[in-house]
């Protein structure tokens, strides 16, 4: 197989298709129809799928030419600058391959749900175009071998991030969120930039293998610590994957359109951070403390999102939150050493959440664009589909084996209990109850119960159509079968072999002991895999106990929403969402304001004040002087020769005294 | 011969006197007069009232040594080439300015005023 043009092929076919519809896409649509203008994006993106199913299979298998250290694959020197050389190159190996599929096989299957569901928009040509350039921005990302590249993608994903939570521009909120995201993402953007210029002073290549390799050989002797280093690019990783505190972007980002949401926010570019730690690997393995920061963020954000979880009405920003927490758990898991673990969960999370946000939209098509959860209930029975294939996302991400969160979630876990970090373990399995509870919640006022919706709507509501309900089928499968498929046996399954060459390096750095066979007279597995088990299943019944399907116990849920004491503040503090968005107003709307107020009357009085008084001064001083300047030939000779007697007789009189 | 030496002062200052006077009447005339060819005339004298002075200063100063003595000499002589030059092009710039504004007087050439 010729790799070296079907691997440059993955990223190019979506660029031709990005640049196609957005040059020709409004004219197919006025003239054709919906259809031709979605033919190419659509296409070009099933196309990109084949080929990368191509490579993904040998790559997962290491293969040849793929091998245990991956496949390099150079296009073209990118910037051919004396010492420095960047290639446009690619590098495939398992990690890469695991990010193919989620990308490219939720990328399709988005792809075409959003012809559904974009079917009453205008310009639907120009949402197309947009994910396009998504798909092309997180593939370069994923495929890059080098910084600078991954660089690249990681900003034009920032782009088409962008553009697309803004696409109804006219929706104020929409623009608002739209810049919020922007604006967030360059504060750990720049940590990121930080990050890779750090790498280059240190090792002086950019290339990803062998900067890592040398980053971890020279050791302490690096210009700039090795600890501060991982810090920087995990700065980056905050950004994009929204963790605290760089997370409020991502509950705004659902004013996007739903497939957005699946596809950008739950399944993809989210997870750029996870795959970027995990990337670099061998570089957070030689930097203990680091690490620690990245498993303390990731299981606070966890629990955090998931407290918030409980309150929220929006459907999506539930499932945004729980986004949120879930990504906390795969960077939990990424401090703690489980890097297979968090890739898995990147994995299989990808295709639940990415189903979850589906469903979400196709609910609201259902029930004509309402989000409150507080409208809907008692759905169950008219969108069959959607709720069945919720109800397998619900079950998947609580945890409930044998579906594939179980799998991932456990090993997380596992991990951490194993790998002698206990309260990460604890915190994880509270937020796995909380997680449990909050998905039942929204499972039940969505589809149990009375329905509170809208009675004008409510004889309307159907089930979608079948470019809607097809990828919500096809993405119930391995939301079932993927964590069978490849996490068996538990601990050593098929995922952690493919993976197991690319964490080689940090494993053999970290060196962890062996854990304890045995806890409590019990195998270690075992018990820890109960406790999962139980924590998981106690937080569905208590969610069935309140909110259906059999009866919603309204009067206690409003028992609860209504108490006091520490009940009232806990409640109060997760509906606020911890007040972070005020903290962010009062820190830098307000207090930064007076600041760039001061900054500005500073500018526009003193620096501005000098030099115009500079000028000031110089200009009033010419308008005086010019008043000499007669125009007469005869006063400026009388000018010099007044001014030669002077000179002379000054002269005269020092030299000429007598002696 | 001796006679006609003789009615020349031997008097070094009376010369420089006489140069002074020369040079004061031609600075005042440039100064003073509006019409550009009496300038270029009080010039002139100025210029010859300076070659005086070298003249002076080359006879009495240096009379012992005639190579010192002839110096003098050829420095007038250069003054005089160089003011022969100076008249011909200020004479032509004159010309041209007059026949650009119709006046010899240099009080109505404030073109270059402010």
Known sequence: MPYDTLIPLIPLLPILGFAFTSLFGRRLQLRYGRWASELVPVGVVIAAWVVAMIVVVPALQHQAPFGDSGLDVKAWTWIPAGGLQVDMGFHVDALTACLLIVVTTIGMLVHVYSIGYMAHDRATWRFFAYLNLFMVSMLVLVLANNWLLVFAGWELVGLSSYSLIGFWYERRSAALAAKKAFIVNRVGDVGFALGIMAIFLNTGTLNIQDSLAKLVSQGASNTIPLTVVALLVFCGAMGKSAQFPLHVWLPDAMEGPTPVSALIHAATMVNAGVYLVARANPLFASA?????????????????????????????????????SQLGYMFAALGVGAFSAAIFHLMSHGFFKGLLFLDSGSVIHAVHDEQDMNRMGGLWRKIPITHGTMLIATIAISGIPPLAGFFSKDEILGEAFKNGFAWVWAIGVLVAIMTAFYMWRLMGKTFYGESHVDPSVAPKVHESAWQMTLPLVLLAIPSVFLGMAVGLPLGNGLLVQWLAPVFKGAE??????????????????????????????????????????????????????????????????????????????????????????????????????????????????GTGLRQIQTGRVQNYALGIAIGLILMAGSLLLIVGQPR | MLSALNLISQNLNAYLVLSGILFSIGAFGFLARRNAISMLMSIELMLNAVNLAFIAFGAFLYSSNARHAAEASVIALIVMAAAAAEATVGLAIVIAIYRNRKTPLVDEYDAMRQ
């Open chain 1, 288 to 324: 203990q403390d680091a690490m620690i920061v990245v498993a303390a963020i990731g299981i606070f954000t966890a629990f955090m999102a998931a407290s918030i979880a409980f309150t929220q009405t929006d459907i999506k920003r539930v499932l945004a939150f729980s986004t949120l």
């Open chain 1, 508 to 621: 053999e750095i970290l060196a962890r002991p062996a854990a304890a066979e045995t806890l409590l007279g019990l195998p270690t597995d075992t018990v820890l895999i109960t406790i999962s088990v139980v924590a998981a299943v106690a937080g569905l019944v208590v969610g069935i106990g309140l909110f259906g399907p059999r009866r919603v116990r309204q009067e206690t849920i409003d028992r609860i929403s209504s108490a006091n004491g520490v009940m009232r503040f806990a409640y109060r503090l997760s509906l606020n969402k911890w007040w972070f968005d005020e903290l962010n107003d009062l820190l830098f709307i307000r207090i930064g304001g007076r600041v760039a107020a001061f900054l500005w009357w500073f500018d526009r009085t003193i620096v501005d004040g000098t030099v115009n008084g500079v000028g000031t001064v110089v200009r009033d001083a």
